[in-house]
């Protein structure tokens, strides 16, 4: 089945490590996106990547970092830097992409995310 | 920039019933669009409803209608025949028409449907 594959699903990080999550999609879509989301505080854009090799920051983007090596996959790594990560992270994607926003609809499908946990 | 406002954290309704979800939403643009999206517990966000903001007819998807009232900003979503699968938390979005691939999302509203 088409759809997008996040893991792990749970993962428990002591202070001072990185930790990197997966997100993996076979929708054949160009866009892709990670998002955070904290208890009564909405979603959260972090990064999101219009096409392969390249990626923008969002709103929240100060210690975390992607890669778009493949149109499949869009890891995040939250870096020791990142003052506060326990929090539940969603990773989307889209069509669009160098194609612009024709192909973009405003339909975002998402995988069923990540919680980190910092001990 | 852009703001979503749910006011209502949480919210609960009968099986059968109709209930309104309520979204507002700041803006100076003139073209825009605009979502409902739910989060079942433990399971995937999906897309319910969309709406171009140069649409003057409010969008419906089956059991889910929007009322969109451009002048004062409002977008709600109202689900009629409420049924047990429809618990879940519902966050309001904003898409811009212009530029970018980012959506603005609102804090959420916790729907819970009672049997």
């Known amino acids: 089945d088409g759809g997008i594959t996040q893991s792990p699903k749970y993962l428990f990080r002591k202070e001072g490590q990185n930790v990197t999550l997966s997100c993996e999609q076979n929708?054949?879509?160009?866009?892709m996106y990670w998002y955070r989301q904290d208890p009564g505080q909405g979603l959260r854009l972090i990064y999101y990547s219009q096409i392969v090799n390249d990626f923008q920051k969002g709103d929240i983007a100060e210690g975390y970092s992607v890669s778009r090596e493949k149109k499949e996959s869009f890891p995040l790594t939250v870096t020791s830097a990142q003052k506060n990560p326990t929090a539940f992270y969603l990773c989307?994607?889209?069509?669009?992409?160098?194609?612009?926003?024709?192909?973009?609809?405003?339909?975002?499908?998402f995988g069923e995310g990540s919680r980190l946990t910092v001990l | 920039a852009q703001t979503v406002t749910q006011s209502q954290p949480e919210m609960s309704v009968q099986e059968a019933e109709t209930v309104t979800l309520s979204c507002t939403y700041d803006t100076s643009e003139n073209n825009y669009y605009l979502f409902w999206y739910k989060q079942p517990p433990s399971r995937q966000m999906i897309l319910v409803i969309r709406q171009e903001a140069y649409k003057q007819q409010n969008a419906t998807e089956n059991r889910f209608s929007v009322n969109f009232q451009k002048a004062a900003k409002s977008f709600s979503l109202k689900i009629s025949d409420s049924q047990l699968g429809d618990t879940a938390m519902y966050f309001c979005a904003y898409k811009s028409g212009g530029s970018n691939y980012k959506l603005t999302f609102g804090k959420g509203t916790l729907l819970t449907v009672n049997p």
């Open positions: 989307a994607s889209s069509r669009g992409g160098t194609s612009g926003l024709a192909g973009f609809t405003g339909e975002l499908f």
């Open positions: 929708l054949n879509h160009d866009a």
